[in-house]
Protein backbone atom coordinates (compact mmCIF):
# COMPACT_ATOMS: atom_id res chain seq x y z
CA UNK A 1 0.00 0.00 0.00
CA UNK A 2 1.49 3.36 -0.79
CA UNK A 3 1.91 5.83 1.80
CA UNK A 4 -0.22 8.75 2.52
CA UNK A 5 0.71 12.02 0.97
CA UNK A 6 0.51 15.10 2.74
CA UNK A 7 -1.63 17.74 0.93
CA UNK A 8 0.17 21.26 1.26
CA UNK A 9 -0.81 24.92 0.56
CA UNK A 10 2.15 27.22 0.13
CA UNK A 11 1.51 30.61 0.64
CA UNK A 12 3.42 33.03 -0.79
CA UNK A 13 5.96 32.25 -3.96
CA UNK A 14 8.70 34.87 -3.77
CA UNK A 15 12.48 33.22 -2.97
CA UNK A 16 11.32 31.05 -0.01
CA UNK A 17 8.11 29.72 -1.52
CA UNK A 18 10.09 28.72 -4.80
CA UNK A 19 12.52 26.66 -2.66
CA UNK A 20 9.80 24.64 -1.10
CA UNK A 21 7.27 23.94 -3.91
CA UNK A 22 10.45 22.38 -5.25
CA UNK A 23 11.33 20.41 -2.66
CA UNK A 24 7.36 19.26 -1.90
CA UNK A 25 7.51 18.03 -5.75
CA UNK A 26 10.44 16.22 -4.73
CA UNK A 27 9.79 14.65 -1.85
CA UNK A 28 7.75 11.18 -1.63
CA UNK A 29 5.26 12.17 1.10
CA UNK A 30 3.91 15.15 -0.38
CA UNK A 31 1.68 16.83 -2.92
CA UNK A 32 1.57 20.95 -3.56
CA UNK A 33 -2.59 20.75 -3.75
CA UNK A 34 -2.37 24.96 -3.48
CA UNK A 35 -0.36 27.94 -4.53
CA UNK A 36 -1.48 31.23 -2.48
CA UNK A 37 -0.18 34.78 -4.35
CA UNK A 38 -1.15 38.60 -5.33
CA UNK A 39 -0.68 37.78 -8.56
CA UNK A 40 -2.71 34.71 -9.38
CA UNK A 41 -1.55 34.89 -13.49
CA UNK A 42 2.15 34.72 -12.27
CA UNK A 43 1.56 31.77 -9.80
CA UNK A 44 -0.51 29.92 -12.55
CA UNK A 45 2.13 30.61 -14.93
CA UNK A 46 4.59 28.92 -12.26
CA UNK A 47 2.44 25.67 -11.72
CA UNK A 48 2.44 25.53 -15.88
CA UNK A 49 6.18 25.33 -16.11
CA UNK A 50 6.79 22.81 -13.22
CA UNK A 51 4.05 20.20 -14.73
CA UNK A 52 1.89 20.77 -10.99
CA UNK A 53 -1.68 20.26 -11.06
CA UNK A 54 -1.86 22.41 -8.06
CA UNK A 55 -4.61 24.89 -8.05
CA UNK A 56 -4.18 28.88 -7.48
CA UNK A 57 -5.49 31.43 -5.43
CA UNK A 58 -5.33 35.46 -4.02
CA UNK A 59 -4.44 35.87 -0.63
CA UNK A 60 -8.27 37.11 -0.50
CA UNK A 61 -9.17 33.66 -1.25
CA UNK A 62 -7.39 31.56 1.89
CA UNK A 63 -10.61 30.36 3.57
CA UNK A 64 -10.98 28.90 0.23
CA UNK A 65 -8.02 27.02 0.17
CA UNK A 66 -8.21 26.21 4.10
CA UNK A 67 -11.48 24.55 3.92
CA UNK A 68 -10.31 22.28 1.48
CA UNK A 69 -10.02 19.00 2.87
CA UNK A 70 -7.01 17.85 0.89
CA UNK A 71 -4.76 20.46 3.03
CA UNK A 72 -3.47 19.02 5.43
CA UNK A 73 -0.73 21.27 6.12
CA UNK A 74 0.19 25.23 5.20
CA UNK A 75 3.80 26.56 4.38
CA UNK A 76 3.95 30.42 5.23
CA UNK A 77 6.59 31.93 3.02
CA UNK A 78 4.64 35.70 2.98
CA UNK A 79 5.32 39.31 3.88
CA UNK A 80 5.81 38.94 8.02
CA UNK A 81 3.14 41.01 8.41
CA UNK A 82 0.56 39.22 7.05
CA UNK A 83 1.77 35.81 9.34
CA UNK A 84 0.05 35.89 12.62
CA UNK A 85 -3.44 36.27 10.15
CA UNK A 86 -2.56 33.48 7.90
CA UNK A 87 -1.20 31.25 10.72
CA UNK A 88 -3.86 31.76 13.06
CA UNK A 89 -6.45 31.04 10.82
CA UNK A 90 -4.84 27.77 9.23
CA UNK A 91 -4.32 26.54 12.80
CA UNK A 92 -8.10 27.00 13.32
CA UNK A 93 -9.16 25.51 9.87
CA UNK A 94 -6.73 22.20 11.83
CA UNK A 95 -3.64 22.62 9.66
CA UNK A 96 -0.21 22.24 10.54
CA UNK A 97 1.77 24.99 9.92
CA UNK A 98 5.60 25.17 8.55
CA UNK A 99 6.27 28.91 8.53
CA UNK A 100 9.35 30.94 7.46
CA UNK A 101 11.19 33.19 10.48
CA UNK A 102 10.05 35.32 12.16
CA UNK A 103 6.91 33.74 13.64
CA UNK A 104 5.69 37.16 13.57
CA UNK A 105 7.00 40.55 14.22
CA UNK A 106 7.14 40.30 18.40
CA UNK A 107 6.94 38.09 20.89
CA UNK A 108 3.42 38.50 23.02
CA UNK A 109 2.06 37.91 19.26
CA UNK A 110 4.31 34.48 18.64
CA UNK A 111 3.54 33.28 21.63
CA UNK A 112 -0.64 33.75 20.97
CA UNK A 113 0.28 31.85 17.82
CA UNK A 114 1.68 28.83 19.48
CA UNK A 115 -0.74 28.64 22.24
CA UNK A 116 -3.42 28.41 19.30
CA UNK A 117 -0.97 25.29 17.75
CA UNK A 118 -1.57 23.52 21.31
CA UNK A 119 -5.02 24.44 21.76
CA UNK A 120 -5.70 23.45 17.94
CA UNK A 121 -2.93 19.98 18.19
CA UNK A 122 -1.64 21.16 15.43
CA UNK A 123 2.69 21.58 15.12
CA UNK A 124 3.90 25.27 14.60
CA UNK A 125 7.35 25.10 12.60
CA UNK A 126 9.69 28.03 12.77
CA UNK A 127 12.20 27.18 10.27
CA UNK A 128 15.66 27.88 11.37
CA UNK A 129 17.06 25.36 8.51
CA UNK A 130 20.70 26.18 9.15
CA UNK A 131 20.30 23.36 12.04
CA UNK A 132 19.20 21.22 9.27
CA UNK A 133 22.93 21.48 7.58
CA UNK A 134 24.86 18.92 8.00
CA UNK A 135 28.32 20.44 8.69
CA UNK A 136 26.71 23.13 11.65
CA UNK A 137 25.05 19.66 12.87
CA UNK A 138 27.80 17.43 13.11
CA UNK A 139 29.80 20.64 14.77
CA UNK A 140 26.39 21.01 17.36
CA UNK A 141 26.60 17.26 18.26
CA UNK A 142 30.80 17.15 18.68
CA UNK A 143 30.48 20.24 20.84
CA UNK A 144 27.49 18.91 22.95
CA UNK A 145 29.40 15.56 23.40
CA UNK A 146 32.12 17.87 24.90
CA UNK A 147 34.56 15.91 22.20
CA UNK A 148 37.54 18.60 22.45
CA UNK A 149 36.71 20.07 26.06
CA UNK A 150 34.27 22.54 27.15
CA UNK A 151 32.90 25.22 24.77
CA UNK A 152 34.49 28.70 24.82
CA UNK A 153 33.92 30.97 21.74
CA UNK A 154 32.04 30.99 18.86
CA UNK A 155 32.18 33.37 15.66
CA UNK A 156 30.04 33.40 13.06
CA UNK A 157 29.84 35.63 9.92
CA UNK A 158 27.11 35.54 7.59
CA UNK A 159 26.92 38.20 4.38
CA UNK A 160 24.91 37.83 1.23
CA UNK A 161 26.28 38.23 -1.80
CA UNK A 162 24.06 41.27 -2.99
CA UNK A 163 22.32 43.80 -1.50
CA UNK A 164 18.60 42.88 -1.41
CA UNK A 165 15.46 45.84 -3.40
CA UNK A 166 15.17 48.33 -0.89
CA UNK A 167 11.44 47.87 -0.85
CA UNK A 168 12.51 44.54 0.97
CA UNK A 169 14.18 46.21 3.55
CA UNK A 170 11.58 48.47 4.21
CA UNK A 171 9.46 45.71 5.07
CA UNK A 172 12.25 43.14 6.53
CA UNK A 173 11.66 44.42 10.47
CA UNK A 174 15.11 45.17 10.21
CA UNK A 175 18.32 43.35 9.66
CA UNK A 176 18.65 41.54 12.69
CA UNK A 177 15.27 40.21 12.76
CA UNK A 178 15.61 39.53 9.40
CA UNK A 179 18.93 37.84 8.77
CA UNK A 180 20.95 38.16 12.13
CA UNK A 181 18.42 36.23 13.52
CA UNK A 182 19.43 32.99 12.03
CA UNK A 183 22.74 33.43 13.44
CA UNK A 184 21.74 34.70 17.27
CA UNK A 185 19.45 31.05 17.05
CA UNK A 186 23.04 29.48 15.96
CA UNK A 187 24.41 30.78 19.07
CA UNK A 188 21.84 29.82 21.41
CA UNK A 189 21.79 26.20 19.60
CA UNK A 190 25.61 25.46 19.96
CA UNK A 191 26.21 27.21 23.49
CA UNK A 192 22.97 25.36 25.43
CA UNK A 193 23.18 28.11 27.30
CA UNK A 194 21.30 31.45 28.28
CA UNK A 195 22.41 35.11 27.27
CA UNK A 196 22.83 37.24 29.56
CA UNK A 197 24.40 40.47 28.24
CA UNK A 198 24.90 41.49 24.69
CA UNK A 199 26.70 44.45 22.90
CA UNK A 200 25.90 45.40 18.92
CA UNK A 201 27.60 47.78 16.67
CA UNK A 202 25.34 48.79 13.65
CA UNK A 203 26.39 50.45 10.43
CA UNK A 204 24.41 51.68 7.82
CA UNK A 205 27.13 51.81 4.29
CA UNK A 206 24.18 52.27 2.35
CA UNK A 207 22.42 55.43 2.59
CA UNK A 208 19.21 54.38 1.68
CA UNK A 209 19.46 51.24 4.08
CA UNK A 210 19.74 54.23 6.93
CA UNK A 211 17.08 56.00 5.42
CA UNK A 212 14.88 53.52 6.61
CA UNK A 213 16.24 53.56 9.82
CA UNK A 214 18.42 50.12 9.76
CA UNK A 215 22.10 48.84 9.21
CA UNK A 216 23.57 46.98 6.13
CA UNK A 217 26.06 45.38 8.93
CA UNK A 218 25.72 44.24 12.32
CA UNK A 219 28.26 43.07 15.03
CA UNK A 220 27.04 41.33 18.35
CA UNK A 221 28.52 39.80 21.12
CA UNK A 222 26.39 37.54 23.08
CA UNK A 223 27.21 36.86 26.77
CA UNK A 224 26.22 33.67 27.88
CA UNK A 225 25.54 31.62 31.90
CA UNK A 226 27.97 29.22 30.98
CA UNK A 227 30.58 31.76 29.98
CA UNK A 228 30.85 31.18 26.40
CA UNK A 229 30.97 34.23 24.00
CA UNK A 230 29.64 34.36 20.87
CA UNK A 231 30.74 37.14 18.13
CA UNK A 232 28.23 37.29 15.20
CA UNK A 233 28.76 39.60 11.78
CA UNK A 234 25.98 39.55 9.25
CA UNK A 235 25.92 41.88 6.30
CA UNK A 236 23.61 43.13 3.71
CA UNK A 237 26.67 42.56 1.01
CA UNK A 238 29.67 40.76 0.34
CA UNK A 239 31.31 41.19 -3.13
CA UNK A 240 33.19 38.11 -2.84
CA UNK A 241 30.47 35.65 -2.53
CA UNK A 242 27.44 34.69 -0.04
CA UNK A 243 29.41 34.27 2.88
CA UNK A 244 28.30 31.31 5.73
CA UNK A 245 31.22 30.39 7.85
CA UNK A 246 31.28 29.07 11.47
CA UNK A 247 34.15 28.84 13.73
CA UNK A 248 34.23 27.23 17.31
CA UNK A 249 36.39 27.14 19.88
CA UNK A 250 36.99 24.66 22.43
CA UNK A 251 39.26 23.89 25.55
CA UNK A 252 41.34 21.40 23.25
CA UNK A 253 41.08 22.31 19.92
CA UNK A 254 38.03 23.63 17.50
CA UNK A 255 35.64 23.26 14.41
CA UNK A 256 35.16 25.61 11.25
CA UNK A 257 32.94 25.40 8.83
CA UNK A 258 34.33 27.74 5.51
CA UNK A 259 32.32 28.61 2.81
CA UNK A 260 31.51 26.09 0.65
CA UNK A 261 32.94 25.57 -2.93
CA UNK A 262 29.99 24.96 -5.80
CA UNK A 263 32.29 22.47 -7.17
CA UNK A 264 35.35 20.49 -5.55
CA UNK A 265 37.53 20.42 -7.94
CA UNK A 266 40.43 22.86 -8.48
CA UNK A 267 42.87 22.95 -11.24
CA UNK A 268 46.60 22.79 -10.32
CA UNK A 269 49.53 24.17 -12.14
CA UNK A 270 52.98 25.15 -11.33
CA UNK A 271 52.42 28.83 -10.22
CA UNK A 272 48.60 28.60 -9.22
CA UNK A 273 45.55 26.79 -7.58
CA UNK A 274 42.26 27.46 -9.19
CA UNK A 275 39.38 27.01 -6.99
CA UNK A 276 36.10 26.88 -8.47
CA UNK A 277 33.61 30.02 -6.46
CA UNK A 278 31.45 29.63 -3.20
CA UNK A 279 28.16 30.18 -3.48
CA UNK A 280 26.74 32.94 -4.62
CA UNK A 281 22.93 32.66 -2.83
CA UNK A 282 20.99 31.04 0.22
CA UNK A 283 19.14 28.70 -2.24
CA UNK A 284 22.14 26.60 -3.08
CA UNK A 285 24.76 27.03 -0.20
CA UNK A 286 21.41 25.51 2.05
CA UNK A 287 19.85 23.64 -0.63
CA UNK A 288 20.39 20.29 1.47
CA UNK A 289 19.08 22.31 4.78
CA UNK A 290 15.80 23.31 3.12
CA UNK A 291 15.28 20.00 2.08
CA UNK A 292 16.06 18.26 5.29
CA UNK A 293 13.74 20.64 7.66
CA UNK A 294 11.25 19.69 5.24
CA UNK A 295 11.51 16.26 5.69
CA UNK A 296 11.94 16.49 9.40
CA UNK A 297 8.48 18.37 8.73
CA UNK A 298 7.18 15.31 7.01
CA UNK A 299 8.11 12.92 9.66
CA UNK A 300 7.01 15.26 12.14
CA UNK A 301 3.27 15.16 10.49
CA UNK A 302 3.85 11.46 10.83
CA UNK A 303 4.14 10.70 14.32
CA UNK A 304 7.64 9.86 14.05
CA UNK A 305 9.39 12.93 15.32
CA UNK A 306 8.87 16.00 17.62
CA UNK A 307 9.63 19.79 16.51
CA UNK A 308 13.16 20.33 16.57
CA UNK A 309 12.72 23.81 16.71
CA UNK A 310 10.44 24.11 19.43
CA UNK A 311 8.29 27.39 21.08
CA UNK A 312 11.38 27.63 23.98
CA UNK A 313 13.37 28.07 20.98
CA UNK A 314 11.38 30.11 18.95
CA UNK A 315 10.98 32.84 21.57
CA UNK A 316 14.35 32.84 22.80
CA UNK A 317 15.41 33.76 19.41
CA UNK A 318 13.29 36.30 19.11
CA UNK A 319 14.17 37.67 22.64
CA UNK A 320 17.15 37.84 21.77
CA UNK A 321 16.74 39.83 18.66
CA UNK A 322 14.88 42.16 20.49
CA UNK A 323 17.89 43.05 22.88
CA UNK A 324 20.20 43.11 20.05
CA UNK A 325 18.19 45.76 18.46
CA UNK A 326 17.95 47.71 21.30
CA UNK A 327 21.67 47.64 21.92
CA UNK A 328 22.42 48.50 18.36
CA UNK A 329 19.82 51.44 18.59
CA UNK A 330 21.21 52.88 22.06
CA UNK A 331 24.84 51.98 21.60
CA UNK A 332 24.91 50.19 24.98
CA UNK A 333 25.01 47.16 26.09
CA UNK A 334 21.64 45.30 27.33
CA UNK A 335 21.54 42.52 30.28
CA UNK A 336 18.76 40.23 29.70
Same mark, same amino acid.
Given at each position: MA????????????????????????????????????KVKEAEQFVTSLGLSARCAAPSDLDLVLDDPSVDAVVVCSPTDVHEDQIKRSLSAGKAVFCEKPITS??????????????????????????????????????????LGALKLIRCSSHDQHYPPITYIRSSGGIVKDSTIHDLDMSLWLSGSRPRRVLCQGQAFDPEVGACGDFDLVVVTVLFDNGVVAVLDNGRQSSQAYDQ????????????????? !?????????????????????? !?????????????????????????????? !???????????????? !???????
Open positions: AKKFGFAVLGLGNMGGVHVHNLMTSARASVQWLVRSDKDSTAVCYDLAETSRQPLFCAFHRRFDPSFQQVQCDVRRGTRLEVMCEKGGYQVSNQP !TLLSAALTPDSTCVPPSHSSFA !TRYEQAYRAEMEHFLDVLQGRAELAVTRHD !TLAAMSLADAVTQAAR !TQQPVDL
